[in-house]
């Protein structure tokens, strides 16, 4: 079946840097809308980047300006990347990679991020 594996999640202190990846397997990415959300301990997920398979990128308004969505450039590795800059505490949570179209949505198991000091 559909298998979506994030990894990348690690501890980092407040300013730092991590690069999140999501590999899909039985599943083609360029014909999926990819989105990356995140669920904070006590809180319900959220919304945090897409990438739609016509070339759009958006990101909620806490992320935009530090994080930024990518995909492989040619598909090959089926992957889909979130490089997450100026991390701060409020960053700390599980961070879930989502592919859907109308009729389908998958998600991973998540990956978790932890900013402190």
């Known amino acids: 079946q559909v298998q979506l594996v994030e990894s990348g999640g690690d501890l980092v202190q407040p300013g730092g840097s991590l690069r999140l990846s999501c590999a899909g397997s039985?599943?083609?990415?360029?014909?999926?809308?990819l989105g990356w959300y995140r669920q904070a301990p006590g809180e319900q997920r959220e919304f945090v980047a897409i990438?739609?398979?016509?070339?759009?990128?958006?990101?909620s308004s806490s992320v935009k300006g530090r994080f930024a969505i990518s995909r492989d450039r040619d598909n090959a590795k089926n992957t889909v990347y979130l490089q997450m800059n100026s991390l701060s505490p409020e960053d700390t949570a599980v961070y879930y990679c989502?592919?859907?179209?109308?009729?389908?949505?998958?998600w991973g198991q998540g990956t978790q991020v932890t900013v402190s000091s």
């Open positions: 989502n592919a859907f179209t109308a009729s389908a949505d998958y």
């Open positions: 039985r599943i083609s990415f360029e014909h999926y809308n």
């Open positions: 990438s739609t398979r016509d070339g759009q990128v958006d990101y």
